[in-house]
């Protein structure tokens, strides 16, 4: 049975930092590529960043600079840091797990970031 868990979330002042996690089990972790997305009231859901089994990594033009995804695959485990929050950014966010080829994706059930202004 595959997993996603994030944690993390929470709420934080303009400004502020948080990271996200998301631990993964059912799946091989390392052959994944792993994204964060998020999805705002009433807007569709986005890609925030993402990282693929070799570490390549790519960033929504609104959060490049302040946000950085990486992976520790010994722990099967995708990170989000997110620095100098904006209220922008409140959202569900979700972690994302797909192997190119495979014809698969699973999705965590998402963890609530809420920046206040």
């Known amino acids: 049975q595959v997993q996603l868990v994030e944690s993390g979330g929470g709420l934080v002042q303009a400004g502020g930092s948080l990271r996200l996690s998301c631990a993964a089990s059912?799946?091989?972790?390392?052959?994944?590529?792993m994204g964060w997305y998020r999805q705002a009231p009433g807007n569709q859901r986005e890609l925030v960043a993402g990282?693929?089994?070799?570490?390549?990594?790519n960033y929504a033009d609104s959060v490049k600079g302040r946000f950085t995804i990486s992976r520790d695959n010994a722990k099967n485990t995708v990170y989000l840091q997110m620095n100098s929050l904006k209220p922008e950014d409140t959202a569900v966010y979700y972690c994302?797990?797909?192997?190119?080829?495979?014809?698969?994706?699973?999705w965590g059930q998402g963890t609530q970031v809420t920046v206040s202004s």
């Open positions: 994302k797990a797909e192997r190119v080829g495979w014809g698969y994706n699973y």
């Open positions: 059912g799946i091989m972790f390392r052959f994944n590529t």
């Open positions: 990282i693929t089994s070799g570490g390549s990594t």
